[in-house]
């Protein structure tokens, strides 16, 4: 069966530092992956998705960007953190015919 | 722009009674319809999917229907349990299809005992 682990579970970091989050997805070959957003009370925005190695799309403008390396693995980045970047970031799988299956996402602090 | 909203934030029912979660969409080219439940601290969890050649859809305790003429899709869960406590999400593919989804802003509903 298939499973996605996303990590860490939570991050608190100061505003200026950078960040990396990292998104694994096993029992599948060729996913397409998905990195959203999650602000407090409100629904799921998609930053980032990608349908192959070195494939990304970018959904909004903003200051984190994204990366696969390896066909299972997704990776959300910043060079510098803003305040606003503070939020629940969730990684995504699916394949042709399925239903988006998510992580446990990453609780972000910025301080 | 297009859309996909909730009518009712919160939802409070009694445990055993039946549950209806309300989602308006307005992207009509959306054929690809699902509902997600979200405990606390946890991502999304597929709860039940339907196709716009369909108009209801059941699964364990939970029937989704689509009203394509009023652009409606509703989420009913029969027997509310305590453990059905959560937000749950309407999403559709858009015109985009089925690579990317657009989420509403989620319904809280709220089990007693």
């Known amino acids: 069966s298939q499973t996605i682990h996303q990590w860490p579970a939570t991050l608190v970091q100061p505003v200026g530092s950078p960040l990396s989050l990292e998104c694994t997805v096993e029992g599948t070959s060729n996913p397409n992956l998905y990195w959203y957003r999650q602000a407090a009370g409100r629904g799921l925005q998609l930053l980032f998705y990608?349908?192959?190695?070195?494939?990304i799309s970018s959904e909004v403008p903003q200051n984190l960007s994204a990366s696969r390396p390896q066909d299972r693995q997704f990776i959300l980045s910043s060079k510098k953190l803003l305040l606003s970047d503070s939020g629940f970031y969730l990684c995504?799988?699916?394949?042709?015919?399925?239903?988006?299956?998510f992580g446990n996402g990453t609780r972000l602090t910025v301080t | 722009g297009e859309s996909v909203g909730l009518h009712l934030p919160t939802l409070s029912v009694q445990e055993g009674d039946n549950s209806i979660i309300n989602c308006a969409y307005s992207n009509s080219a959306s054929d690809y319809f699902i509902w997600y439940k979200q405990e606390s601290g946890k991502g999304p969890q597929f709860i039940i999917d339907?196709?716009?050649?369909?108009d209801k859809r059941q699964g364990q305790r939970v029937t989704v229907l689509l009203n394509k003429t009023v652009k409606h899709l509703s989420l009913q869960i029969a027997a509310t349990q305590p453990g059905d406590s959560a937000v749950y999400f309407c999403a559709e593919n858009g015109v985009r299809g089925y690579s990317t989804l657009t989420f509403g802003k989620g319904t809280m509903l709220l089990v007693s005992p």
């Open positions: 339907i196709r716009s050649n369909m």
């Open positions: 995504a799988w699916s394949v042709v015919g399925s239903p988006l299956h």
């Open positions: 990608s349908v192959g190695i070195g494939q």
